[in-house]
C-alpha cells in the first residue's frame, strides 16, 4: 500500500520581492493567516520564514527572533500543523543570524541547505520596471556575485547546535547531487540520525534543473545511499515546474512542497492568491491519483519528531 503524501508549505520565503505579488504575506499577521488556512488546506508541515514588516524595509527577508515570535505561537494555537523554521532566512546572513529565530524558538523542524552553492534570483529583475521598495533589486542584483555558504564546519555546527541542543529535526535541502553525499557523510559521522527528511530542489539559478530525470536520478541515488526505509523525500521545484514536480513526485511515492515560496502562480499567468490556494489544488490531484494526504500526528511519527508540546513558543 502506498503511504500517504506529506505535503509541506512555504507561505512566503526569502526569495520573492512584494512588488511580484499583492498576495505575498509579509506581516505578522498575515503570515500566521496565510499559515492557518494552509494548513487547514491540508499542509501538514508549514515551512517559515520572516519579513520585516517597517515600512521603510517593508518585506525584506528578517531573521529576528522577536518577528517570528509575533507569529509562531498563533500559528501552533490554531493548528496542529508541524512547524518548521528556515535556517536559509535570507541571502547573504550569517550562520548565526540564520540560526537565531530557530534556536530561540526550539521548533519541531528546521531546514538546512546541504551545500554551498551559486544562488542566483537576479534574472528576476528583468520582469519588472518599477519596485515598491529600493532594497528589492538590490536585494535580487547581489545574486549576479554570490556564493549561498554551507560548509561542513556551519552545516555541522547547526546539527550541533540547533539539532542536538534542541532535538529538531531538519529538512535537508538538497539543490544538486552532491548534496546527498554531504548528507551521507554527515549519517557516517553519527550526526544525522534517521528517519531523517530530504527536500529535493529543482529550479533554482545554480542548482538543479527541472528535468524528470534529475528527481529519478536522486530518489534512486537517495535509496542506495541511506536505505529506503530510513529516509523521507520530498519535491519542491521554481515557478512553473511547481505543480508538475509535485505531482510526479506523489505519483512515485515521495512528498511534495509548495507554496508562494516557491511559485507566486497557481496557472499559467495566473498569480496564485495564497499558498493554500496551492495546497487545494495539489491535493485535489492527490486525491484524483487515488492517493492520501498525511495528518500531521502521522507526519511527527514517520519523521520521529519531538512533537507540538516540546517547542519553545
Known sequence: MSKSVIITCAPTGGIHTP???????????????????????????????????????????????ETFMQFLPRIKQSTNAVINVSTGAGLGMSMDQRLAAATAASPEMASLNMGSMNFGIFPLLEKYEEWNKPWEPEFLAMTRDFIFPNTFETIEYALKNLGEAHSTKFEFECYDLGHLYNIKWFVDKGLIKPPFFIQMVFGILGGMGA????????????????GAEN?????????????????QS??????????????????KGELATSSAQQVTRIREIIDNLGLSVAEPDEARERL???GGDAVGF
Open 19 to 65: 512588488t511580484m505579488s499583492p498576495h505575498l504575506p509579509v506581516t505578522p499577521d498575515e503570515i500566521a493567516a496565510a499559515s492557518i488556512e494552509a494548513a487547514e488546506a491540508g499542509a501538514s508541515i508549514i515551512h517559515l520564514h520572516a519579513r520585516n514588516p517597517d515600512p521603510e524595509v517593508y518585506g525584506k527577508p528578517d531573521h529576528r527572533p
Open 211 to 226: 528535468e524528470l530525470d534529475h528527481m529519478v536520478h536522486l530518489h534512486r541515488t537517495a535509496d542506495r545511499l541511506f
Open 231 to 247: 529516509y523521507e523525500w520530498s519535491v519542491l521545484a521554481a515557478g512553473r515546474n511547481q505543480m508538475p514536480f509535485a505531482t
Open 250 to 267: 506523489a505519483m512515485l511515492g515521495g512528498n511534495l512542497r509548495v507554496g508562494l515560496e516557491d511559485s507566486l502562480y497557481i496557472g
Open 304 to 306: 520521529g519528531l519531538k
